[in-house]
């Protein structure tokens, strides 16, 4: 009897046990726990059981759910698989999780982490933390291991000898053992403190990454699988790779290296040996090299003719006396950056006929240069053209010299000339060059006055037509023939007229170089014209800070001074900080000051507001946002001071993508305004970019004479092509990794363009943009879409916001919520039909709709009160 009472008690207090609920203080925990796929709430109460915790296995994902304490993770003992990354845990306690095979606890704050009782762990990812310290002997089943950019001084892997991947990059280690780690594959340790390394023992090494350190050598003979060296800015004075026949790639760029054997190396692609004290280096036995950089050494001859894939060659600053490429037929294949480099040499002739395919030829300084031939039959390729500094260089033979003129001679010296015959000793053209200004103080042009960017230039000999645009010191210049030809500004605005309205230059020969300056004077008196876009350069998620760009540009013929406003709805977002400061603040308005916006200057407002996070705000919610610049009462065009922006709050995002900030459709009414697109991109790699393009492929349904770029994360060149391509080109910004530098590793280029005047209801104008870092493939974003729909025959108050309508898109049930007293509610649809009118009464000023009864799609919700009427488009989801 006493041993069935007993049995009883054990069995009573288990299902007691297994039925109490988990202590999960964290509520967003919590909620993505409720929330998880696979189900981990199986009964559907909304808490978590002790026994729901034990049953569940595989695989837990609380990524990027804003939790700071993991409290609770205890009694999901079976779990073998956790990934708690983006969040914001200082600590975690995974002592119960004994069958823990994959933990993934990166970017986070965590300052300390045991897992000496995970002895099943095989892959553990702790990279962007603070951690300083961490015991891993306990973990003999480890295979993978990440601690890049955190605290470490020093971390002992001897215990684990299953190790393959090791990436401690980013840390403070003075030493690092991996004599143990036979298996080891890849290996990085970039950017600490280390003097030697030995990976002698490492025989399966396939990718070593020790670029920052302090190494004065480096063996790595016995690592025959090796393919993968980076080696930069180490003080290496030899490097021996003649027993690694499988390498790929070898940057040793920034060492004290005299020379180096590659001989053996006939798989190589990609070798960087720049910033060395290199004298003679050979690479014929390299024939699959792809990107070959070696400037700034000391070389004295190159010998390229046997690198026949070769897409990229610089080699600048050295002592090169001839450079024979001509069987370097690919050079700028897949290249958006410098196909050609060699600048500050010794180099007198240079022949690129050959070279069909270069995109950007630099050769700046080369003193003793006297001719180049460029003359390759596809000189419309080529992006950039700098031979500046070549003093003695006297011609540059081209496929034709009006384009030459017009689109490579801005970095070249004013000696040299362009000719199509490559023979020939005398020019066979004439340049009409002269600079565009604009007179405010109507007392003639002088240096005081304002230059003109990207003012059209034309000229005519009546029968052919040349035409080009002012650079941003307002010059232009064309190549013309030898008879008589009529110039002017054109495409002026009514109230600007040039002086002279056009000029006549007659040539009877050749070599000759006429100056036509121009001008401007406004006719019109007190001409205003502002213009106000809001762009949102990251996305917005609930309890993260949104960002902004307020732009602001003077159209008009006067210095201007006023105010501007930006309004938001202080229930969904708030003000966190923004540059310049605000003249004053309100809890849904920000209020900022200019002074002296000179005509045709653009100024632009960092603005930071926080997203409330749930239940406040929602993903897919809308954040209505109002910017407003004054003064509008005499501005010509008054339509641009007011810009609205509906921003849809996200609860993941891709980092690289495109928007159309007008959203998913126009009316047909609407097609000759501009479209807005932000494209976005971030580099998710594990290096800086040096380099960075984002081509765009515009929609045949889009007028790409109307693009116009309107603001950029970083400094940029941009190049069209056959009317639709188009390439924005980042050089030269170093944009660090998202493991470096988070909030610098992001980027962004917006600009604006109209549709064309043809579009027709019911046409969808599509676009996408490919993202390349560096020599990488590209990223390509998603694909946006903007149909062009029927005017809507609602009248609305477009400047009245006084209430806010959300959520949006809505489900069931839509709230209405203002200040002032609700009249009257009218919904219709697209066209414009009126679907349901609501009577108020009582003197309400929030209002609670039922849409369970409207189909999915896209509804005009119109709010009349005392003070105007408001029109909110609104998505039935």
Known sequence: MKHKLLLILLVCAAQFGFGQIVNIPDSNFKTALLNHSPVIDTNGDNEIQVSEAFQFNGTLNVTDKNISDLTGIQAFVNITTLRANVNNLSQIDISQNVNLQTLNVRDNTLSSIDVTNNVSLRDLILNNNNISSIDVSQNLQLSSLDITQNQFTSIDVSQNILLNFLSCSLNQLTSLDVTQNSVLILLRCSFNQLTTLDVSQNTALTNLSCDGNQLTSLSINQNSALENLSCNNNQLASLDVTQNSQLKSIYCEQNQLTSIDVSQNNQLEFFYCSNNQLSSLDITQNTSLLYFICSYNQLTSLDVTQNTLLRDLRCSDNLLTTLDVSQNVSLGVFNFFDSLNCSRNLLTTLDLSNNVNLFKVILTENYFLESVNLKNGNNVNIDTLNTEGCTNLQTICVDDIGYAVINLSDNIEP??????????????????????????????????????????????????????????????????????????????????????????????????????????????????????????????????????????????????????????????????????STASTTANTLTFNYANLLPYESRVIQIRLNTNPPPVVNGDDILNLTAQILPIANDASPTNNTYNLDQIVVNSFDPNDKQVLQGSQITIDETDEYLDYLIRFQNTGTASAINVVVTDELSDKLDWSTLQPISSSHPYSVRITNGNFVEFIFENINLPSMMNDEPNSIGFIAFRIKPKSDVVIGDIINGEAKIYFDFNAPIITNTVSTEIVNALSVAENTNYRGFNVYPNPVVDNLMIRGTTTIETISIYDIQGKLLKEIATQNALTEKTINMNSFTTGIYFIKIGADSGVQSVKIIKK
């Open 415 to 580: 000696q040299t000339i362009f000719v199509e015959d490559c023979n020939a000793t005398t020019v066979d053209y004439n340049i009409i060059t002269g600079t565009v200004a604009l007179d405010l103080d109507n007392n003639g042009c002088d240096i005081n006055d304002f230059s003109l960017q990207n003012f059209m230039v034309e000229t005519t000999d009546g029968t052919n037509t040349y035409a080009t645009f002012t650079n941003i010191n307002g010059v232009y210049a064309i190549d013309v023939s030898n008879t008589t030809y009529t110039t002017s500004v054109i495409n002026l605005p009514s109230y600007i007229a040039s002086n002279p309205t056009t000029a006549t230059s007659t040539f009877t020969g050749f070599n000759t170089t006429e100056t036509v300056d121009f001008c401007l004077t406004p006719n019109q008196a007190n001409i205003d014209d502002l213009r106000i876009i809001l762009i949102p350069t990251n996305e917005a998620r609930p309890g993260f800070d949104a960002k902004y760009q307020l732009i602001y540009q003077n159209l008009g013929i006067q210095s201007m001074t006023g105010t501007i406003t930006l309004q938001f709805d202080d229930s969904m977002q708030s003000f966190v900080s923004s540059n310049p």
